[in-house]
């Protein structure tokens, strides 16, 4: 049993960009468990954007207190067991906390699941996890595709939206995907095989999409908001569903984002724009984990994970969410299983 | 038959409120008509907010050219006919547009259709017209209401907006209406019985919405877009429903509306912002037209109408929906059936 427990606490609510300077790392033992609790040894944590909006305000959870350890999906082993679901030696994930050691009860915003054997602890926070969770709920609950249409899904090159374009292909969509920079486009449409790809860095993301999408957007899978969505709402074909599932360009400050100017083309093209959280989508989980496995399986999708090492890194790992460096699902790994 | 035909053409595309300097009138001879054709006499014509945005510009259907009588619903009488379904003496809708006579095949955007006999030609074109309609697909297919719950809706004492006040009433929601002026306001609350209204003009919107819905809003019925939506969308409730009807707070400036801020409460409230027109309900129509007679049958909706007189009028009836001088569905009456 190890003698410290390394924590980072929120210090200070962020301006802008998210600093390691935002967080404090304490040491103190590694907390005592009590009856119907288990303490868990975190190897690997997850990194989501949607993590700098519980650091600074009250979403659809309470924002996270200064002083207390910072919120994270994780994936962990047990070490120590009073919970009678839960054994020592489980691999496990939930929302353990950027710690080495958490003692829970299993419960909270993403309760506590055995990871099956033979899933990488990786792939259990990225495709199994709520990233994969999110694109396949949001993707197909939310936009509702059918073969044929054009799906444009932007931050493609990230997690989320990489899962969004791979999905797309299976389900026979046209996929158009917008990310920053030609590596990512490139890797974009050799890698994944999307259709085609827009630097929103280097080109004009309305005129480009006039150009690749002659019928307009059928399926707009949203993980940026502000004026690439504003691009988007001015090129819907009629029906069309926007599945808003994140704004990362406004997270660093929502205060000055810019307003979007083109909703009236909701009504014009009778289009839908819906907002949705994976929790909602809770009961369909098995659905889904069957389905990616499959995918998996075929090798019709690929997971691509972008790795830091050692709790001491995770400020930074979760800053490259904001800075775009990331390519694919953004990782902390900090150990491994015993 | 008469010797001369007014009609209404399209002079220049509007900047800011509409103009009667927009239109010109001319008279012509009535036109002829060929087979399969039918020649209305119009009596009455329907004041629409989206007439605004077919004068300036391609939307859902193509804008109004220049030199083209102004495309309007009106309700009329056919005089004259070589259509198999439509006989001389015959009560008919359509868009005939703002001319004494129209030569027609009575299709188009708003097919013709006959007007039951004991309707009025004014209900025909209010509350069994395109305005009874939106309201009723628009809060009940798009809402998704749910009795006990929050509803507000905007424009509220305009046409749509006091049906869906009335609609929201009669399902049993808790209803909040936004209307400008004091007169607006005291009218929906003591005629249409809703149980709360909100003076846009001097009060501070969303904080009279967070007094008034201290559960927040579950459906919003949005006629005004604008500062307005932008108000409601930082107060919604979990799962939340917006149905895009119009934005007339926009219509005589695109261009410079300001943009929303507060859709990524869509995200974080799960909830759904849907534009709609009328004409994808078409197939309903019946079923609508139903439960609207029967409400009206039992009293439990009003048809209020606002009438000015004369073709020579129309331009100024028009405007009246956009400087919010009417109360309820804006007319002008041309005359009366043979």
């Not at 602890?121 to 709920?137: D, E, M, Q």
Request: glycine share 12%; proline share 4%.
């Amino acid at each position: 049993m190890a003698e410290t427990n390394r924590k980072w606490v929120l210090k200070s609510r962020p301006k802008g960009i998210v600093e390691r300077s935002n967080f404090e790392l304490l040491e103190e033992r590694p907390p005592s468990i009590r009856d119907g609790e288990f303490l868990v040894k975190n190897l690997w944590l997850s990194c989501d954007p949607t993590q700098r909006g519980w650091m600074e305000m009250d979403t659809y959870v309470p924002a996270v207190a200064i002083g207390e350890v910072m919120r994270s999906v994780s994936a962990g082993q047990v070490v120590e067991s009073k919970h009678p679901g839960f054994q020592k030696g489980d691999l496990v994930s939930g929302a353990f906390g950027w710690q080495d050691y958490a003692a829970t009860d299993g419960s909270g915003l993403v309760p506590a699941m055995k990871i099956p054997p033979g899933v990488e602890l990786s792939s259990a926070l990225s495709l199994y996890g709520i990233t994969g969770l999110t694109a396949y709920f949001g993707l197909l609950d939310v936009g509702q595709p059918k073969a044929g249409e054009t799906l444009v899904v932007s931050g493609a090159a990230g997690s989320t939206g990489s899962f969004v374009a791979q999905i797309g292909k299976i389900k026979g969509l046209r996929v158009v995907g917008i990310a920053g920079g030609e590596k990512k486009c490139s890797w974009l449409m050799r890698e994944l095989g999307i259709d085609a790809a827009i630097d929103y860095r280097k080109e004009n993301v309305g005129a480009r999409l006039r150009e690749l999408c002659p019928k307009r957007v059928d399926v707009y899978f949203d993980n940026v908001g502000g004026e690439i969505l504003d691009a988007v709402l001015a090129n819907l074909a009629t029906g069309a569903r926007i599945a808003l599932c994140g704004a990362i360009s406004g997270y660093n400050d929502f205060a000055n984002m810019p307003g979007l100017k083109n909703y009236l083309n909701l009504i014009v093209r009778a289009a839908t724009m819906r907002g949705f959280l994976v929790f909602q989508f809770a009961a369909q989980i098995p659905r889904a984990i069957a389905d990616l496995a499959a995918w998996a399986a075929a090798g019709k999708i690929k997971d691509q994970v972008d790795v830091a090492n050692g709790l001491e890194n995770a400020p930074d790992a979760l800053r490259r969410l904001f800075t775009g460096e990331n390519l694919g699902k953004q990782l902390v790994k900090i150990g491994d299983p015993a």
